[in-house]
Every structure is written in C-alpha cells, then in structure tokens.
C-alpha cells in the first residue's frame, strides 16, 4: 500500500470537509459548501476502506493519524476543548507508532514479561500496549461524537468506518505480536 498517497488522499479529504463545513455557514456558499463536504467525506470514506481492506496496522493508524492531525490544524484557535482532545489523541497515536515499530523489533517478547498477565492489561492475550491503548481509546472518542445530536448521516458512516478500522487495526497488530511472540 502506498501510504505516502494514502495520507495525501486523507489530508485532501479533511481540507474539503472542514471547506465544506465553513461553506454551511456563509450566507450563499450553502450549495458549495454541501458539495465539498459531501465530496470531502466521499475522499476520507473511500481512503478508509483502502486503507481498512489492506488489514496493515501501520495503514490503519497512519490513516486516523493523519486525519486527527488535519482536524487539529484547521480547528480553530479558540475551541480549546477540541484543540486538548485531539492533541491527546495525536500524542497516543505518536506512542502507537513506537509501539508498532517496537513489535518487529527482535526484543518485543520482552513486553511479554513485564506486562501484567491480568486480563484487563491484555488484548487476545498479549501486552495491551501503547499501540492497543491508542486504539482503545480513540474509539471511546469517536463513539462520543457518533452519540452527539445533529450528526449528518453521512458524517456518522464515516466515522463507523474509522470505528471499524481501529477494530482491524488492533487484530492486525495483535497477529504482530503473535509474531513477535513466537521468536
């Protein structure tokens, strides 16, 4: 999978949401605004299913990555609330991407050993490490927004496939730390 397109893809979508967003709310931009937003959520759902159907967990979080950072970016300045949490999320993927990175390392079975072996540190049985808690607590994220009033229908199947692709996402890295596991 190409993820340098995938990520050009995603942060082509997010401009045109947040356009399409802006454009809702100026007197006679109505139309275009719709039209990119719609266009905008088109680009980030097909990018999503790519990304979902390649079952790569570096593409999977690289994807929400990508759009979580786009979202900062053209939050505006003055929603602090938005601005802290996306900057966490931002930061718990920063850690997933070490996590990912250490689990095709040769050293991961070490994670084995100090991980607690009690369930609630465990995902299928393995470490529940940064990369898991990211995902884990990404989803508590979206499932937030997906509960808000007001949601455009269209808007909230984009976000049950980012949903889905946090689920496939966590399976593929678990199939990793099998693998690491059995070295």
Same mark, same amino acid.
């Given at each position: 999978?190409?993820?340098?397109?995938?990520?050009?893809?995603?942060?082509?979508?997010?401009? =045109?949401?947040?356009?399409?967003?802006?454009?809702?709310?100026?007197?006679?931009?109505?139309?275009?605004?719709?039209?990119?937003?719609?266009d905008g959520?088109?680009?980030?759902?097909?990018?999503?299913?790519?990304?979902?159907?390649?079952?790569?967990?570096?593409?999977?979080?690289?994807?929400?990555?990508?759009?979580?950072?786009?979202?900062?970016?053209?939050?505006?300045?003055?929603?602090?609330?938005?601005?802290?949490?996306?900057?966490?999320a931002?930061?718990?993927?920063?850690?997933?991407?070490?996590?990912?990175?250490?689990?095709?390392?040769?050293?991961?079975?070490?994670?084995?050993?100090?991980?607690? =072996?009690?369930?609630?540190y465990?995902?299928?049985?393995?470490?529940?490490?940064?990369?898991?808690?990211?995902?884990?607590?990404?989803?508590?994220?979206?499932?937030?927004?997906?509960?808000?009033?007001?949601?455009?229908?269209?808007?909230?199947?984009?976000?049950?496939?980012?949903?889905?692709?946090?689920a496939?996402?966590?399976?593929?890295?678990?199939?990793?730390?099998?693998?690491?596991?059995?070295?």
């Open positions: 999978m190409d993820l340098i397109g995938l990520a050009n893809k995603i942060t082509e979508a997010t401009t =045109h949401i947040d356009s399409g967003r802006k454009g809702f709310a100026s007197r006679g931009k109505e139309q275009e605004g719709r039209i990119l937003y719609e959520i088109s680009e980030a759902m097909s990018a999503f299913q790519e990304a979902q159907s390649s079952t790569d967990p570096q593409a999977l979080i690289l994807a929400e990555y990508t759009f979580l950072t786009q979202e900062l970016e053209l939050c505006s300045k003055t929603d602090k609330d938005s601005i802290d949490s996306l900057t966490k931002v930061q718990s993927f920063d850690d997933a991407f070490l996590a990912l990175k250490a689990v095709e390392g040769s050293g991961y079975i070490t994670a084995d050993m100090v991980f607690p =072996h009690n369930g609630k465990r995902v299928s049985n393995y470490p529940k490490d940064s990369y898991h808690i990211a995902c884990i607590a990404h989803r508590t994220r979206l499932k937030n927004i997906l509960r808000s009033p007001g949601i455009d229908p269209i808007e909230k199947s984009l976000l049950n496939q980012r949903l889905a692709n946090l496939t996402a966590q399976s593929g890295y678990v199939e990793k730390q099998k693998k690491a596991m059995a070295n």
